[in-house]
Every structure is written in structure tokens, then in C-alpha cells.
């Protein structure tokens, strides 16, 4: 059946690059942005724009902590699906994984070569000097009051260091992601509605050169139509067959 083809597929070929979005999250609690309960039927993506951050950071850093607090805080854990990949990853299999979520939930599960192509709610980034900091105790002093918080160095404003609407990708992120679409020869994309570019695009780039396309998603996505394998599934569940079904043989 197409579980073992597409295994078969994955265990066979040189290099197996996997890119994932919201929807491999799903299963650990946090909504995606535009499916059922996605993120946009009740937040404004206008408010995740640079120039909000801009105009108001403090009011910018206040939203953020609540919503943070909700998608990114202590309790949230990986789920089956992270698991699979990064399994997939130790044997040897998966050779990198390219994600749009912020979450960090790909490195809690273990795997290693992961790409952050929207960056990580882990760290704060600061908008001058662009100095790197772990979120958690920046978060603390957000909630002590200091709206919005500063840097140490150069009194500059931190922000979370995730790509806001508006904001460039981080450039090295996204020529890595590029190599790496041009020379897979199987291409798996997990719960992506893949509506947002650049990222969107890299599946088609890896499909233009031959990849082998496997998509694991709820609804329908507009790789659908050039897929080899078009699994309309939920991640948590269809992931660790498929990955079981690859290490098996
Ligand atoms: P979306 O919310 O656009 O798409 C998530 C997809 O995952 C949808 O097509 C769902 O059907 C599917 N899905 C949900 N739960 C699933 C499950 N358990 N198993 C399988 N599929 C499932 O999320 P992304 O494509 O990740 O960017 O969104 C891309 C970017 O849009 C995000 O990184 C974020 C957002 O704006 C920025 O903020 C820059
Ligand atoms: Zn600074």
C-alpha cells in the first residue's frame, strides 16, 4: 500500500529532507494558524507585524507574553510526530529537517539538523545590536513590568527572535533550505498549508528536480496535486507508522 511505498521511498533514498509547519504541533496543544482552530480566527496577524512591534513594544511584548504563555509555555512537549522525526534522524534516515514553527518542540524531541526558518520563541533577539538571549528570563522581567524590556549592552529594545510579518528570514536559514531542496531526492512536508513564502515555495523547488513528494496533512494543500504520496492524515498518528514501516523494512 502507499504507507510502504512511500517508506520504502524514504528508507532508499540519498539525501530525505522533511519540512514542517503548524500542524505538526497540533498534537502538542498548539493551535496552527489558518486550520480549524488556527491561530488567525482570533488574533489579527496584523498584530504579528514589524511595524506594530515598532510603533509599540511594550504593547507588543504584552500581547506577546499571553499568547506565548498559551502556545510556548512550560507544558508544552512533543508529540508523537516530533518523535518520529527525530527517530527517523537517529537511524540514520532523515538527513535534515526544515521547520516554520517557532516552537522548539523538533529539539526537545530529539532531533538534531533542524532548520528554524522563522526563528525560535526560545530567544530574544536585540533589535540593535542583534545579541542573542534565552526568552524565559526576558519573559520574567516582562511580567515584572518592564515593557518593554531593553538590553544590557546597548539599551536596545529586545524582541522575540522570530520572523515577524514584515521581516526578512534569516538569510542562512533559508540558503541552507534552498541547497538542501535542490539535492533531496524524497521531500516530506508535514501539517503546512504552505501559504506562506519563501518557505512555501521550497517544496516546489525540490519537486522541480525530481524529488519524491510526500505530504502528511489534514486538509488539502496546493502540493497536493503533484505529490507521489498524499497522505490526508493527522501527523501524530500517520508519522510514527510511517516511520516504524521505513525501520522496518
Ligand atoms: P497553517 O496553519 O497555515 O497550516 C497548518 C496545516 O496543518 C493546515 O493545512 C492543517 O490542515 C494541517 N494540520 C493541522 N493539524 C494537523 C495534524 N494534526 N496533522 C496533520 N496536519 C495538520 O500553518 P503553517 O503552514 O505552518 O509564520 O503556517 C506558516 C506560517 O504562517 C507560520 O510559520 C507563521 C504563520 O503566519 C509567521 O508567523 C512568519
Ligand atoms: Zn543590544
Not at 72 to 79: D, L, R, S, T
Amino acid at each position: 500500500d502507499d504507507l510502504r511505498f512511500a517508506a520504502q521511498a524514504i528508507r532508499e533514498a540519498e539525501c530525505a529532507v522533511a519540512m514542517t509547519g503548524a500542524g505538526v504541533s497540533t498534537g502538542s496543544g498548539i493551535p496552527d494558524f489558518r486550520g480549524e482552530n488556527g491561530l488567525w480566527k482570533t488574533h489579527d496577524p496584523a498584530d504579528f507585524h514589524r511595524s506594530r512591534f515598532e510603533a509599540n513594544p511594550g504593547d507588543f511584548w504584552r500581547d506577546r507574553l499571553e499568547i506565548d504563555a498559551a502556545r510556548h509555555g512550560e507544558h508544552v512537549a512533543p508529540n508523537p510526530a516530533h518523535e518520529a522525526l527525530a527517530d527517523l534522524e537517529t537511524r540514520g534516515t532523515l538527513d535534515a529537517l526544515i521547520t516554520q514553527n517557532i516552537d522548539g518542540l523538533h529539539t526537545k524531541a530529539g532531533s538534531e539538523h533542524v532548520i528554524e526558518l522563522h526563528g525560535s520563541s526560545e530567544r530574544v533577539v536585540c533589535d540593535d545590536c542583534g545579541r542573542r538571549l534565552a526568552a524565559a528570563p526576558v519573559r520574567e522581567r516582562v511580567r515584572g513590568g518592564e515593557t518593554p524590556p531593553r538590553c544590557a549592552e546597548c539599551g536596545g529594545v529586545l524582541k522575540p527572535d522570530v520572523v515577524l510579518f514584515g521581516e526578512q528570514l534569516p538569510q542562512a536559514a533559508l540558503f541552507e533550505s534552498h541547497a538542501l531542496a535542490e539535492s533531496a531526492d524524497v521531500f516530506l512536508v508535514v501539517g503546512s498549508s504552505l501559504s506562506v513564502e519563501p518557505a512555501a515555495s521550497l517544496p516546489g523547488t525540490a519537486a522541480d528536480q525530481g524529488a519524491t513528494m510526500v505530504v502528511v496533512n489534514l486538509d488539502r494543500t496546493r502540493l497536493s496535486g503533484r505529490a507521489e504520496y498524499d497522505f490526508r492524515a493527522d501527523a501524530a498518528d500517520l508519522l510514527p507508522r510511517l516511520a516504524a514501516a521505513v525501520n522496518g523494512g
